[in-house]
């Protein structure tokens, strides 16, 4: 599959939004599964506003996609950006997440906030 070229201002704010653990762990998730903020919650120590802070920074580069359903929003991985590439080729360095979706997994979040 041939990966597109993107400029450099853009692979620069990449590597400068992935460059935090949060956001890099984020998105490692994210390859594996969509998720919704509360399910966040059960694997970073952080508030709701933080988690949604990174999310939005995540969103506005165009990494981040999310889904309304009914009150909720669901995040996934944007597969359809020209990023996609680059953001696939820095994953492979970083180990999967399975432990933390299987933490998100085993508390089920979604049964308390109703997602």
């Known amino acids: 599959m041939l990966k597109a070229k993107v400029d450099v201002e853009r692979a620069a704010n990449v590597l400068k939004l ?3 653990k949060t956001r890099l762990s984020i998105i490692a998730i994210l390859k594996q599964r969509e998720c919704c903020v509360c399910e966040f919650l059960e694997v970073f120590e952080m508030s709701q ?4 802070q990174h999310l939005r920074k995540l969103k506005d580069a165009g990494m981040v996609k999310e889904e309304r359903r009914g009150q909720w929003i669901y995040y996934s991985l944007n597969q359809q950006t020209d990023l996609y590439g680059l953001i696939e080729d820095i994953l492979e360095h970083v180990p999967d997440q399975t ?4 933490q998100i997994e085993k508390s ?4 308390k906030c109703g997602c």
């Open 18 to 20: 992935l460059g935090d």
């Open 49 to 52: 506003p933080s988690i949604s």
């Open 99 to 102: 432990e933390k979706i299987k």
């Open 108 to 111: 089920n979040p979604t049964l």
